[in-house]
């Protein structure tokens, strides 16, 4: 599976971004998906996953309530819908695919390239 992931900016704190992140492959329906991220100076962390079918979802408590995660298997595109943005989401968000079709944090085997979301105050 490659996956690219698209869609970052520069938002002002309290906007809205969508992120996408387009799968190739047949088996894209059959997998669980997930979209971590990366601040500067900080390690990689868990946002949200999505099961294979798309009706279970996992979030961070930190996203919690304000991102969405979704997914089009037709489209073989996984969404992250990120609302009520704060200067603390600024980070490179990737997202990732494991074969295991739940939605977990954990055990992901293929990664996309980060795309930049930077939230100003």
């Known amino acids: 599976v490659q996956l690219q992931a698209y869609g970052g900016g520069l938002v002002q704190a309290g906007g809205s971004l969508r992120l996408s992140c387009a799968a190739s492959?047949?088996?894209?329906?059959?997998?669980?998906m997930g979209w971590f991220r990366q601040a500067p100076g900080k390690e990689r962390e868990f946002v949200a996953a999505?099961?294979?079918?798309?009706?279970?979802?996992y979030y961070a408590d930190s996203v919690k309530g304000r991102f969405t995660i979704s997914r089009n298997n037709a489209k073989n595109t996984v969404y992250l819908q990120m609302n009520s943005l704060k200067p603390e989401d600024t980070a490179v968000y990737y997202c990732?695919?494991?074969?295991?079709?739940?939605?977990?944090?954990?055990?992901?085997?293929?990664w996309g390239q980060g795309t930049l979301v930077t939230v100003s105050s």
């Open positions: 990732a695919a494991r074969p295991q079709g739940l939605a977990r944090p954990y055990e992901y085997d293929y």
């Open positions: 492959g047949r088996t894209f329906s059959s997998y669980g």
């Open positions: 999505i099961n294979w079918s798309g009706d279970s979802t």
